[in-house]
């Protein structure tokens, strides 16, 4: 079956240090892939996605690459903020018939002290 | 403005009792969800409807039954609720058949607790 792992957290960053948080995935087909965040009390937002093996999505200074060899889409901040502090979710939505099921990874929380 | 919303925002009830939770989406969007948020934070799906119809029911109890009056609306009603039923309910909505590039939008969530 489908199945997104993700780096286990919480992960504790001072402001303006790098941040990676890393997301593997099994799928069949070519599966579209996502990064959602929920800010404490809020629903989930999406963040950035990529639809294709090699694309990359950024947003807000994030990004994540495509990557199909390695089965990966790690997400990437050169310098966090403190209002970044949120859990952070990889997700996939399979090729073919998945009537837009998306598998989450088990959440990652970052806490970002100034 | 208010994209998809929920209601309420907080439900606390007692076993055995039923409840509903309502969303609606004024997005124009095609096909709505129902997802579980557990204590963990682990997000999984219940069901999606496309227009009104009912395309994914994951193994969710027959106690929990999605209602979608019209394609703006998406109601979910639990009977008899659990302990194990509390979590946060999350309704989402995309705007086409819920294909891998159609990307969902989710509302704030409800937190039922059951005691």
């Known amino acids: 079956g489908n199945s997104v792992t993700q780096m286990e957290g919480p992960v504790t960053l001072s402001e303006e240090a790098f941040l990676t948080i890393n997301c593997t995935y099994t799928?069949?087909?070519?599966?579209?892939l996502f990064w959602y965040v929920q800010y404490p009390g809020e629903g989930l937002q999406l963040l950035l996605k990529?639809?294709?093996?090699?694309d990359k999505g950024s947003n807000k200074g994030f990004e994540a690459t495509y990557r199909k060899e390695t089965t990966s889409f790690h997400l990437e901040k050169g310098s966090v903020q403190v209002s970044d502090s949120a859990v952070y979710f990889c997700?996939?939505?399979?090729?073919?018939?998945?009537?837009?099921?998306?598998?989450f990874g088990q959440g990652t929380i970052l806490t970002v002290h100034p | 403005d208010t994209a998809v919303s929920q209601t309420p925002k907080y439900l606390v009830t007692q076993m055995g009792n039923d409840k509903s939770i309502k969303c609606e989406q004024n997005?124009?969007?095609?096909?709505m969800y129902w997802y579980k948020q557990d204590s963990k934070k682990f997000l999984k799906i219940m069901f999606s409807?496309?227009?009104?119809?009912?395309?994914i029911n994951e193994t969710v109890p027959n106690r929990f039954s999605p209602k979608s009056p019209d394609k703006a609306h998406l109601n979910l009603h639990i009977n008899s609720l659990e302990l194990g039923d509390s979590a946060v309910y999350f309704c989402?909505?995309?705007?086409?058949?819920?294909?891998?590039?159609?990307?969902?939008?989710f509302g704030p969530g409800t937190r039922l607790t059951v005691l």
């Open positions: 799928a069949t087909g070519y599966p579209s």
């Open positions: 997700a996939l939505i399979a090729g073919g018939t998945s009537y837009g099921k998306l598998t």
């Open positions: 989402a909505s995309s705007p086409f058949s819920g294909g891998e590039t159609d990307t969902q939008y």
């Open positions: 990529a639809t294709k093996a090699d």
């Open positions: 997005l124009g969007h095609d096909t």
């Open positions: 409807y496309n227009n009104k119809e009912l395309i």
